[in-house]
């Protein structure tokens, strides 16, 4: 089994819009080691992360991070630590559309 970290999944999503960030391959599952919130832009953002299960829509009880503020310029970065398994959906949401995610983890 390969545990080199790799850049999973990177998305720049539109503003005001929740988008499916990962989803572990059919039939496997997904170390997540870390995941880094860039805000390219010159304002205040806000983004929010979820993890829904067996694919289903995002419920209150799904967020990891909700409204995080993130100010310009600026990097945020979480070791999350946790297994993805199939089904499994990781969802982000940004405030407007200077935000990029990166999630890092290792396929299993």
Same mark, same amino acid.
């Given at each position: 089994m390969d545990t080199v970290s790799i850049v999973l999944a990177q998305l720049a999503p539109g503003a005001g819009v929740e988008t499916v960030l990962y989803m572990p391959p059919?039939?496997?599952?997904?170390?997540?080691?870390?995941?880094?919130?860039?805000?390219r832009g010159?304002?205040?953002?806000?983004?929010?992360?979820?993890?829904?299960?067996?694919g289903a829509a995002t419920a209150n009880k799904d967020y990891l991070y909700?409204?995080?503020?993130?100010?310009?310029?600026? !990097? =945020?970065?979480?070791?999350?630590?946790? *297994?993805?398994?199939?089904n499994e959906t990781m969802r982000v949401y940004a405030a407007n559309g200077n935000l !990029? =995610?990166?999630?890092?983890?290792?396929? *299993?």
């Open positions: 059919a039939g496997g599952s997904a170390r997540v080691n870390e995941m880094v919130v860039c805000n010159a304002v205040l953002s806000s983004f929010r992360v979820s993890i829904s299960q067996s909700y409204d995080l503020i993130i100010i310009p310029k600026d !990097t =945020f970065a979480s070791d999350i630590g946790l *297994t993805l398994r199939p !990029t =995610f990166t999630l890092i983890g290792v396929v *299993t």
